[in-house]
């Protein structure tokens, strides 16, 4: 069973820092692009980063460019998103989600639960 587990949400001030960890299980991690996608209250999903199944390839969101850095640890089947210079409009619920390619396509076939992060002084 694929499972995508998401940790590290939270309450943090404006200029904070926040590191979210997506642990998985129950497929080959090393084999599948990632990506790291949030829901705000009350709009839709919101497509924040990806990196493909070595690593060696990433993509963000103009948003937040320049302030988050998705990793991934493929010896611990984890994925990571390093959130910066957090802003009160990053406030959302986050999910990993699994693409069933190596690179990143048109959609995704497996999604975390979520973890909340509140930015707010």
């Known amino acids: 069973e694929v499972q995508l587990v998401e940790s590290g949400g939270g309450l943090v001030q404006p200029g904070g820092s926040l590191r979210l960890s997506c642990a998985t299980s129950?497929?080959?991690?090393?084999?599948?692009?990632m990506s790291w996608v949030r829901q705000a209250p009350g709009k839709g999903l919101d497509w924040v980063s990806s990196?493909?199944?070595?690593?060696?390839?990433?993509s963000y969101a103009d948003s937040v460019k320049g302030r988050f850095t998705i990793s991934r640890d493929n010896a611990e089947n984890t994925l990571y998103l390093q959130m910066n210079s957090l802003k009160p409009e990053d406030t959302a619920v986050y999910y990993c989600?699994?693409?069933?390619?190596?690179?990143w396509g048109p959609g995704y076939d497996y999604w975390g639960q979520g973890t909340q992060v509140t930015v707010s002084s």
């Open positions: 990196i493909n199944s070595g690593g060696g390839s990433t």
């Open positions: 129950g497929f080959t991690f090393s084999n599948y692009a």
């Open positions: 989600a699994k693409y069933p390619t190596p690179g």
